[in-house]
């Protein structure tokens, strides 16, 4: 059980340790839209070896690979907009955000597979609309002193 | 940062909410059709390669290309996006239950950029921007139990 404890804080680092790399990445003057590709090329890659080196090698049915395609186009798109939105924002608002979009398919799976709204999803949900709201509003009132400082 | 970049910046954290929560989707529709645990890889092959052409088209026409300097950031990205995923495939594997990996993996990434945001890179946040940080953070941990 230790040994799993200390496999989840290693997933934190980890995943910590990615969006800290993004901003490395973009004070490093890095183009976004490379970093991405070489991202997903590399991650492909090592999937690519992981699943000619199983057995038995499973094929891929056209509704699977349809599947994969277009919810891949989903995350690359989301891999892009975070490491782009990081050249004008905040690393730590970003991250954020990028954790908040699990609440999207928890609400999709509602309506597609008729889960229920539990009350601990209710009180998620209502949380997450408030954090949003405050890290909104947060960036409003954080532009309006920048231009305050700037009109000195 | 300026107006025309504030709207900017909401538009793509608008993107990132709905798009990349819905990128791991794919993986419960798979569960659902209940198809063996091992087409997971090839699925993810794919998964991954399906962003190759939507990038690597308009890089090829506005003649960007990606350096040695950007092919060094890309492989750590996903050393560290594939370190992430294994780690927490481990953890359950020794017992420990979902409701306790999700919550620290996720939780505990936050804290780390929050934290290095912070002392590293030396942003500076609103204090209702904190609060909302925070209480995102139990939001998306509070998610993370309800799902697992």
Redesign the interface.
């Known amino acids: ?1 230790s ?3 200390l ?19 973009e ?2 003057r ?2 976004s ?12 890659l ?3 070896g ?2 000619l080196t ?1 057995s ?1 090698i ?3 049915t056209w509704p ?2 349809a ?16 490491q ?2 990081i050249e ?19 609400l ?2 509602m309506w597609l ?1 008729g889960e229920k709204l ?1 009350p ?2 209710s ?3 209502g ?2 609309l ?14 309006r ?2 231009t305050h400082e700037k009109s000195r | 940062m300026k107006s025309p970049g504030r709207f900017v910046w909401i538009l793509l954290m608008l993107v990132v909410l709905l798009t990349n929560g819905m990128g791991a989707f794919g993986l419960k529709v798979l569960s659902a059709w209940g198809l063996p645990a091992g087409i997971k890889f090839p699925y993810l092959t794919v998964w991954y390669a399906a962003g190759l052409p939507l990038i690597g088209i308009p890089m090829l026409v506005r003649g960007v290309y990606g350096g040695f300097k950007e092919l060094r950031w890309g492989a750590l990205y996903a050393v560290l996006s594939l370190g992430g995923q294994l780690a927490m495939s481990y953890a359950l594997d020794y017992g420990v239950p979902g409701s306790v990996v999700y919550p620290v993996a996720v939780g505990g990434s936050i804290l780390v950029v929050a934290l290095a945001g912070r002392l590293l890179f030396g942003e500076k946040m609103h204090p209702l921007s904190w609060a909302g940080v925070g209480i995102g953070i139990v939001a998306v941990i509070l998610l993370g139990v309800s799902a697992s």
Not at chain 1, 7 to 21: D, M, P, Q, T, Y
Not at chain 1, 92 to 104: D, E, R
Not at chain 1, 130 to 143: D, K, P, T, V
């Open positions: 059980m040994l799993g404890l496999f989840c804080i290693l997933g934190a680092v980890s995943f910590g340790l990615l969006g800290c790399v993004s901003k490395m990445a004070r490093r890095c183009n839209s490379a970093v991405v590709l070489w991202m997903i090329c590399w991650a492909a090592f999937m690519l992981r699943t199983q038995p499973v094929h891929l699977v690979v599947l994969a395609v277009g919810f891949g186009l989903c995350a690359t798109i989301a891999f892009l907009a975070f782009i939105s004008i924002g905040k690393v730590t608002v970003g991250w954020l955000f990028m954790n908040l979009s699990a609440g999207v398919p928890a999709v799976s597979y539990t601990l999803k009180v998620a949900f949380l997450a408030i954090s949003l709201f405050c890290l909104f509003q947060g960036n409003r009132l954080e532009a002193e920048a």
